[in-house]
């Protein structure tokens, strides 16, 4: 069993930066890769970024590739996501999840299916 929490989220003008955080009680945190994901309004949960169990392997969206940065901290069982260069259209409820299984991380970490637990989301709006 695992919990997550997710906080960070807020309004914030195009071109800022904000930093999202997933804090994680229950299964050892080290144990599995996490992710994070978004959800607009009337659309599809998105991949963002997925990170591995050591944060030595990380995959991006095409969306925010260069712009977003996905860490953790195993100490604090705690994983990140740095947003900078913010545009509206990263407005969306943003999402983090613990994948347990990985048989090819840079593919499997993409699909929302396979990931085992969810946060309750947190929104940031992005305006213009």
């Known amino acids: 069993q695992v919990q997550l929490v997710e906080s960070g989220g807020g309004l914030v003008q195009a071109g800022d930066s904000l930093r999202v955080s997933c804090a994680a009680s229950?299964?050892?945190?080290?144990?599995?890769?996490m992710g994070w994901f978004r959800q607009a309004p009337g659309k599809e949960r998105d991949f963002v970024a997925s990170?591995?169990?050591?944060?030595?392997?990380?995959v991006y969206g095409d969306s925010v590739k260069g712009r977003f940065t996905i860490s953790r901290d195993n100490a604090k069982n705690t994983v990140y996501l740095q947003m900078n260069s913010l545009k509206p259209e990263d407005t969306a409820v943003y999402y983090c999840?613990?994948?347990?299984?990985?048989?090819?991380?840079?593919?499997?970490?993409?699909?929302?299916?396979?990931?085992?637990?969810w946060g309750q989301g947190t929104q940031v709006t992005v305006s213009s």
């Open positions: 999840a613990a994948l347990f299984h990985v048989l090819d991380f840079l593919s499997d970490s993409r699909r929302a299916n396979l990931y085992n637990y």
């Open positions: 229950g299964r050892t945190f080290s144990s599995y890769a």
């Open positions: 990170i591995s169990w050591s944060g030595g392997s990380k």
